[in-house]
């Protein structure tokens, strides 16, 4: 049975960090391009970072480059985003994806909520 099950999000303050976790099962993770999605209320899903396989390609968003980084372990079966200087803009439901292929899996989402 295949799982993508995100931990990590929560309350921050304006400029506070946090960190995603995106643990996966019952598929090859290290086959896989992992990325993060986010949807705000009221907007489209959008793409928010991406890695590789071999983790030697990322790609972000405009709004997120230079605060968040996206990194995997491929020993571990996790995908991360690291998210620093945050800001109210970034309040939204964030989900990890796998794919390869035809094949897309998506988690449940965690919600990050940046707030004073």
């Known amino acids: 049975q295949v799982q993508l099950v995100e931990s990590g999000g929560g309350l921050v303050q304006p400029g506070g960090s946090l960190r995603l976790s995106c643990a996966a099962s019952?598929?090859?993770?290290?086959?896989?391009?992992m990325s993060w999605y986010r949807q705000a209320p009221g907007k489209e899903r959008e793409l928010v970072a991406a890695i590789t396989s071999n983790s030697g390609t990322t790609n972000y968003a405009d709004s997120v480059k230079g605060r968040f980084t996206i990194s995997r372990d491929n020993n571990k079966n996790t995908l991360y985003l690291q998210m620093n200087s945050l800001k109210p803009e970034d309040t939204a439901v964030y989900y990890c994806k796998g794919a390869i292929g035809r094949l897309i899996y998506w988690g449940q989402g965690t919600q990050v909520t940046v707030s004073s």
């Open positions: 019952g598929f090859t993770f290290s086959m896989y391009t």
